[in-house]
């Protein structure tokens, strides 16, 4: 079983930076992801980031391109999502999500199996 907790989150001024933890325990194989999912009220949730357990693969949405960084330490045990220039459309409640291999289109969270319970992020202008 798998389990992920999320920290970090808060509230900072517009072009304010903060940086979310994800600590997961359980095993994955190391091509196995990890992602920040995000969500505000009455929208879908969105992929924001993902990487793979070994690290050697990222993705991001368009919308964070450029301004957020995902990356995970040596062990793959936990994932770290750093958000410089925030703006407040990035205000949301953040998700950890993490599947097994091969799991389909990273961006859908439909796709993983494992969620952590959300930390908030609020971004004011």
């Known amino acids: 079983q798998v389990h992920l907790v999320e920290s970090g989150g808060g509230s900072v001024q517009a072009g304010g930076s903060l940086r979310l933890s994800c600590a997961r325990s359980?095993?994955?194989?190391?091509?196995?992801?990890m992602a920040w999912f995000r969500q505000s009220p009455g929208k879908e949730r969105e992929g924001v980031a993902v990487?793979?357990?070994?690290?050697?693969?990222?993705k991001y949405a368009d919308s964070v391109k450029g301004r957020f960084t995902i990356s995970r330490d040596n062990a793959g045990t936990t994932a770290y999502l750093q958000m410089n220039n925030l703006k407040p459309e990035d205000t949301a409640m953040y998700y950890c999500?993490?599947?097994?291999?091969?799991?389909?289109?990273?961006?859908?969270?439909?796709?993983?199996?494992?969620w952590g319970q959300g930390t908030q992020v609020t971004v004011s202008s």
């Open positions: 359980g095993t994955l194989w190391p091509t196995s992801s």
């Open positions: 990487i793979t357990i070994d690290g050697l693969s990222t």
């Open positions: 999500a993490a599947r097994r291999p091969f799991g389909g289109t990273w961006s859908l969270a439909t796709n993983y199996a494992y």
